[in-house]
């Protein structure tokens, strides 16, 4: 558990491979921008710059969330229609009752997306059900209970509240506060993640569940435990999602679990459990953000965005695959 | 194997199966208990569907019913076979909008058909052999290559046809989708599927490939100790998936009789879902072709009697979700209680308590809050 673990003391060939997962998605960001910059002027600029964070800020809360619930050795593929199912339950009620003041709205939507989490983490860890079936199940359900609720209707932003989209697009501190949002959740995650016994936990069970047992760690409880965050987070994703675009509409955020699981690969996250850490992730959401934004700024048919993500994350796995395994051959010798 | 009454099991299944199972079987023979399970139930579904609506038992409306499942089936028949050796496939809508768009842009340029038609099942074979290389010879995770082909495919098929569709199709073509074989109610995709099935559930269960796949499911160390080209079998699985992907494709652009780049979008949960119902264990080593057909029949039922019964098509994922997950959880509820039960003592009491109050609370939310129900907090 303590080899593959990046913080861990005294581990320094791994740690150096750790570090170096995160050089090459630098590298990748690096090139990318001056390639970029070069095609379009506008591309390297503070304003743009800005524009990508707040593109991805709502990915990389949900992404950091998705990023525990891998460390498990698990997937949340429901957090698209969580986002969907909370955004939709939370317009609808601050249609009926504008004067909600804004933090019950946030802490609303993060209620009920801890419902939903915690009827996946029930399945998972109690009922036993492969996370990727279970929350697959529960993607369907949840994004038909969109359809139950909202009966087919959407919110346009005229019906909303005028002070509701200031939660995620106010700049009281000098940027957006989605920003602000995802900067407190990444420090949040770091910190639990690293310097918390649960945090840790969460490692111990994804590298190894039968260690992790014998050491003494409630396993069922951990694994409970990160589907509800993820439940949380797309909660919290999901009043975002609706005050930064101003509506709720049937497919909100529809496909979006691949793009937040697309991000914790891309950022060194392994699908096996037990490593990834929170720098990658941030650095994997910035790099599908650049792209987005740069596939519009070069002026590439809009089109090719998905084809370029898909290649990105085909490229990202491939080579940190193949690194990988060179630096184990390498160490054997 | 014999034991063996779950859909899926959490623990690997001990790696008996090749030794165990004597030469011949009759076809009953093979059905174990949840295949009798899901036979039951096709019953129910039958029996529900006749009370609810005149409409059900119709020669018709079942023939024309049957084809808009025939694609979900065809992608479903390689998809087992590559859930049994614990792997998975998360392409196949992808690959095959990508191969019906490639195949709508050929025919927009004034190609005949039917080489537009075989290029798009080119593309889907080679699209298969990416994953195939990418599983087998890189050795990625099958998710984790299949979710980033899953991007680039559905994006070649914006890249290909964007804003632009295929359609006006000769009606030779879209016979594929929408023909019956003459005079019979029987659609030609459904014959299709049909030849198919036995032909994949002939190999399945009736070859030492077949058998391979089990081996592979139940421990792939041990087949690759043991001489099995386990690499090469990967490979050809994944072709046959993404040829299978193609052919889903030229039907589903058949039966519409028109091509959008978005073609078929989530059909591979569908896919995944009829596959797992059918008893087709996620973690490999256990399922059968029978089941996985059965659920098909099944899903197809009881989204039948739905669509009669007015319930909208977002609605009725709820209850293919539920199923999903209902058919593993029993499974998994029957095992927990073989297995000695569940000490209840006031800890679990209390905890059930609460976890019933939480989601009370959130379905009485979800029921009224589009009406003012926090008025009287906040007003």
Known sequence: MTAKNPTAPRSNPLRALTRFRELGIIIFILILAVVVGLRASDFLTLGNFRDILVDISILVIVALAQTMVILTHGIDLSVGSSIGLVAMMVAFTIKTDPKIPLVVVVLLGMALGAVLGTFNGLIIAVGKVPPIIATLGTLSIYRGMVFLYSQGYWIPPYQLPENFPDLAKGTPLGIPNVIIFAIVVAILVYYFLNYTRTGRDIYAVGSNPDAAQYVGIRKQQIIFLVYVLSGIAAGLAGVLWASRFESSQTNTALGFELQTVAAAIIGGVSIGGGVGTVPGVLLGALALGMINNAVTLVRISPFWEQAAQGLLILIAVVSDTLITRRIQRNKLK | ?379
């Open chain 2, 1 to 379: 194997m014999k034991e063996s009454i779950s859909p899926s099991t959490a623990v690997p299944q001990p790696a008996n199966l090749i030794s165990e199972r004597p030469p011949r079987r009759s076809f009953l023979g093979r059905f174990q208990h949840w295949e009798w399970m899901l036979v039951a139930l096709v019953l129910l579904a039958v029996v529900v569907n006749t009370r609810l609506t005149p409409y059900f038992l119709n020669g018709q409306n079942l023939s024309r019913t049957s084809v808009d499942f025939m694609e979900m089936g065809l992608m479903m028949l390689p998809m087992v076979f590559i859930i049994i050796t614990g792997n998975i496939d998360l392409s196949v809508a992808s690959n095959l909008g990508m191969c019906a768009s490639l195949m709508a842009v050929l025919w927009n340029l004034h190609i005949n058909i039917w080489v537009a038609a075989g290029a798009g099942l080119v593309a889907g074979t080679l699209g298969g052999a990416l994953n195939g290389f990418l599983i087998a010879r890189v050795k990625l995770p099958a998710l984790v290559a299949t979710l980033g082909t899953y991007a680039f495919f559905r994006g070649i098929a914006y890249v290909l046809l964007g804003d632009q569709a295929g359609r006006g199709y000769p009606p030779a073509f879209t016979y594929l989708g929408q023909g019956m074989l003459p005079h019979t109610l029987i659609p030609f995709s459904v014959f299709l599927f049909a030849v198919l099935a036995v032909v994949f559930g002939l190999v399945l269960h009736r070859t030492t490939f077949g058998r391979y796949l089990f081996a592979i499911g139940n421990n792939e160390n041990a087949c690759i100790y043991a001489g099995i080209p386990v690499a090469r079998i990967k490979m050809t699985l994944y072709v046959v998936s993404g040829f299978m992907s193609a052919l889903a494709g030229l039907v589903l652009a058949a039966r519409f009789g028109s091509t959008r780049p978005d073609i078929g979008t989530g059909l591979e949960l569908s896919v995944i879902t009829a596959a797992v119902l059918g008893g087709v264990d996620i973690l490999g080593g256990t399922g059968t072709m029978i089941g996985a057909v059965l659920s098909l029949v099944l899903i197809g039922l009881i989204t039948f009697g739905m669509g009669l019964k007015n319930i909208q098509d977002q609605v009725q994922t709820i209850a293919i979700g539920g199923l999903l997950i209902l058919s593993i959880l029993l499974a998994s509820i029957a095992r927990t209680i073989s297995a000695g039960g569940v000490r209840i003592n006031w800890r679990t009491v209390g905890l059930a308590a609460v976890l019933i109050l939480i989601f009370a609370v959130f379905f009485f939310f979800f029921y009224w809050s589009r009406a003012p129900v926090l008025k009287a907090v906040f007003g």
